[in-house]
C-alpha cells in the first residue's frame, strides 16, 4: 500500500517561510516524478512545483507565481520531498497536496493535504 504524508503546514505572517514534507513509503521513491499542487474552495487545485525521478535526472519546475520564492527537493535516502516557501503572501493560502507519479507503470498517487495560512 503505498501512502504520501504531508506534514509542515500552518499559520505564518506575510513574509514568513515554511518547509512543507511530504512522506512515501510502500514503494520505491526514486522512480516517481513528485508534484506539489495547491487548492483553495471553489478554484481548481493548481500546480505548483514538479521535481522529476531520479532517474530522469531529478528536474524541477515552477509556476511563474512562486518562481524565486518556493523550492522542491527530495531526499531519496528519506523517501520525502519537500517544498520550502520563502516570502509568503496571503494569496499562497491554501491546502497543499503531494503527488506522485510513475508514467511508465501508469502510477499516480495523492497525499491528504495539509494547509497552510499566510496571515496579511
Known amino acids: 500500500q503505498v501512502q504520501l504524508v504531508e506534514s509542515g503546514g500552518g499559520l505564518v505572517q506575510s513574509g514568513g517561510s515554511l518547509r512543507l514534507s511530504c512522506a512515501a513509503s510502500?514503494?520505491?521513491?526514486?522512480?516517481?516524478?513528485m508534484y506539489w499542487y495547491r487548492q483553495v474552495p471553489g478554484k481548481q487545485r493548481e500546480l505548483v512545483a514538479t521535481i522529476t525521478a531520479i532517474t530522469r535526472g531529478a528536474t524541477t519546475n515552477y509556476a511563474d507565481s512562486v518562481k524565486g520564492r518556493f523550492t522542491i527537493s527530495r531526499d531519496n535516502a528519506k523517501d520525502t520531498v519537500y517544498l520550502q516557501m520563502n516570502s509568503l503572501k496571503p494569496e499562497d493560502t491554501a491546502v497543499y497536496y503531494c503527488?506522485?507519479?510513475?508514467?511508465?507503470?501508469?502510477?499516480?498517487?495523492w497525499g491528504q493535504g495539509t494547509q497552510v495560512t499566510v496571515s496579511s
Open positions: 503527488k506522485a507519479t510513475n508514467t511508465v507503470r501508469g502510477l499516480t498517487y
Open positions: 510502500g514503494t520505491i521513491f526514486g522512480i516517481y516524478t
